[in-house]
């Protein structure tokens, strides 16, 4: 009792975030040497009634059911005397972390709830004030962290990286790390209860331990502006943080500037771009290595530099009109059993389908921020980036505490990735009925994006109005976006035939670009209809959909970008027709073991006309 008194004071205590301070307390971005990489069989024991946490009634949960706490279990057993257990975590069974669990064993397809997992560990021996830390990259959806029996720290959010400080808590040998991995969302979680996509529960991307000096680089930008400057910060955490120097260093563009930090331990740069700086573009993603030192303490990066803008209705990469030719991606790897594993491989896999595949330079990467690996990929190959928090369909719109967890995730994904180029554009939300409270909470959420990050452009996905053949977008949020994007699938769902779509019209503000963020058909794989009117779920239907709604979004004079509705066949329980779906929604353009579809080529062929 004691100690979860104790362990729920220390969160209290915690930093808490007050509404305008939306910063985590850690960051630990940036590449640095020396990283403990806890990918590997970690063992699980699974908790459908949350036992471990509490038990029946509210009490305090059994010491016997308690999966977090330090025991040799056999040991104990071997004692004599009354004690007995229902857990051990050291004797349980075992699966590949980083990944979703409904991917490792059968009887976890649809598991949705608690599973505690552990990785035993040793450590070097600590240099002296050294601090060590534990970086997740993602848990779906809650966490519950313990190190040697101690609660560290807890985290909400499954798509977004969170860092616990365990200095206090390590020992040389034989580390228990336990992770309480609750995948359950509910009216109150972002995203809600229903999804178009897999539950994927678990401890989806690395698990680091990091060691840093006392005082160490706990984040560091640095971005090209419009006026030609190279402008960003430093943040030192540790005691002392203060009135330190600190370098960055760009051996490439004959740049080594020096800052000292002020009172709250952050040091800003702001030197002129030199003239041989070679702009970031899709064409020529141009990345320099970027190493920032304090002290004893370095990280390095590779970043792009790039500016991007609107103009009236153009999107301006660099100053210059862009036409964005993309697709929409969900984070899950080609395969027939994919866990959400996206190595660095799987990653290129993917983005190469786009890029050498369909000609072309941009993803959507929907509904959540995916892994840091993958915006990296497109970093390297050239891929510009839609990011997007998972306020998808609907969420409790008017509850201040639910408004706080989007704008937490939606922090934790622009301090993670605001230093990669690739990224143009945050995504506030998708297909979200229009409402007042609606309106309102996503408009404070782009507000927080405002302020956190001026420099890249908002959008979001939205709902089309229909009266008759005219496709109007009325929503009050286009007052506070930078792109506009609908999501349009005439000739999928609703009464449209193929035909109708050429007398469809379009009534939107032309004053901004528009993205057509959404469109797509669901065809089966290898399943074809050569009639001279294919049926759905044909590869020729789905085909014959692609020429038409191509042609009809060609004749939208403000269109600035494309995103189909989806590269890759991906896992949904909500996708159930026996002989077509089968848990997959099929709206790929290529089976989920990579099969191109003939959509693909039609797509491919459009992306390699000139605009
Ligand atoms: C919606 C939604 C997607 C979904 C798609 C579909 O627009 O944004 O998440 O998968 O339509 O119906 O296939």
């Known amino acids: 009792m004691i100690t979860r008194l104790l362990a729920l004071l220390a969160l209290v205590a915690a930093p808490a975030f007050a509404a305008d301070n939306l910063r985590p307390p850690l960051l630990l971005t940036g590449q640095r040497a020396d990283v403990q990489d806890l990918s590997g069989r970690w063992t699980y024991s699974k908790d459908y009634y949350r036992t471990g946490l509490t038990d029946i009634n509210g009490w305090v949960a059994k010491s016997r059911m308690q999966r977090h706490r330090d025991l040799d279990i056999a ?7 009354t004690a007995f257990f229902e857990f051990d975590l050291d004797r349980g069974p075992a699966m590949q972390i980083p990944g979703a669990w409904n991917s490792a064993e059968p009887e976890l397809r649809y598991y949705n709830g608690l599973i505690w997992f552990q990785r035993r560990f040793d450590i070097p021996a600590p240099k002296a004030g050294e601090r060590s830390f534990l970086r997740f990259e993602a848990v779906n959806y809650r966490a519950y962290v313990y190190v040697n029996g101690k609660e560290v720290g807890r985290h909400e959010g499954g798509f977004t990286p969170f860092v616990l400080e365990v200095t206090d808590a390590l020992r040389a040998q034989g580390n228990r790390l336990v992770v309480g991995v609750d995948s359950k969302h509910d009216a109150q979680s972002i995203p809600g209860e229903i999804t178009d996509w897999d539950l994927y529960g678990g401890i989806t991307r690395p698990v680091k331990l990091i060691r840093t000096p006392a005082t160490f680089i706990d984040d560091a930008t640095l971005r090209l502006t419009d006026a030609g400057r190279l402008v960003g910060s430093v943040q030192l955490n540790g005691a002392q943080a203060a009135g330190q120097p600190v370098n960055v260093q760009i051996n490439a563009l004959g740049i080594k500037a ?31 290595a970027v190493r920032f030192a304090s002290g004893t303490d370095a990280i390095d990066d590779r970043m792009g530099f790039r500016t991007i803008a609107v103009k009236g209705s153009e999107i301006l990469l660099n100053g210059k009109p862009v036409m964005l030719r993309g697709v929409s991606i969900h984070e899950e790897e080609l395969g027939a059993n994919p866990a959400r594993r996206l190595t660095d491989s799987a990653a290129r896999a993917l983005l190469s389908e786009v890029k050498q595949g369909l000609n072309g330079n941009y993803v959507r990467l929907s509904h959540y921020p995916h892994s840091e690996t993958m915006l990296r ?11 997007e928090i998972p306020v998808y369909w609907t969420v409790d719109w008017d509850n201040p505490a639910v408004l706080l967890k989007a704008k937490r995730q939606q922090a934790e994904t622009i301090y993670r990735d605001r230093n990669r180029a690739a990224l143009v554009m945050w995504s506030v939300g998708n297909e979200t009925p229009v409402a007042d409270n609606r309106t309102r909470f996503h408009a404070a959420l782009a507000a927080t994006v405002r302020e956190l ?43 449209d035939k193929l035909e109708d779509l050429a007398r469809l019209k379009w009534a939107l503000p032309t004053d901004k670009p528009l993205i057509a963020s959404e469109f797509g058909a669901d065809a089966l794989a290898g399943h074809h209809d050569g009639s001279a009117a294919p049926k759905k779920w044909s590869e020729e239907f789905q085909a014959a959909y692609y020429r038409e709604t191509l042609a009809m979004l060609a004749r939208i004079p403000n269109l600035r970008g494309l995103s189909p ?13 026996p002989v077509f779906q089968n848990g997959w929604n099929r709206k790929g353009l290529v089976s989920e073991t990579g099969q191109r579809k ?14």
């Not at 949020?477 to 769902?493: I, K, P, Q, R």
């Not at 080529?601 to 006309?609: C, M, P, S």
């Open 598 to 611: 003939q959509a693909f080529d039609v797509l491919a062929e459009h992306y390699r006309r000139p605009n």
């Open 453 to 495: 990050d001026p420099s890249r452009l908002i959008s979001a996905a939205l709902l089309v109005k229909r009266d008759g053949d005219t496709i109007q977008i009325a929503d009050p949020l286009l007052a506070h976006l930078d792109v506009m994007a609908v999501n349009t699938y005439a000739g999928w769902y609703g009464d």
């Open 75 to 81: 040991a104990e057993e071997a004692k004599p005397g």
């Open 377 to 387: 990929a497109a970093d390297e190959l050239g891929l510009l980036v839609w990011s």
């Open 565 to 577: 509705w989806v590269l890759k066949d991906f896992r949904s329980p909500r996708r159930e027709h």
């Open 258 to 288: 020096q800052a000292t930090t002020d009172a709250n331990g952050e040091a800003r740069f702001d030197v002129a771009a030199p003239a041989t700086l070679k702009r970031w573009t899709p064409e020529a993603p141009q990345l320099y």
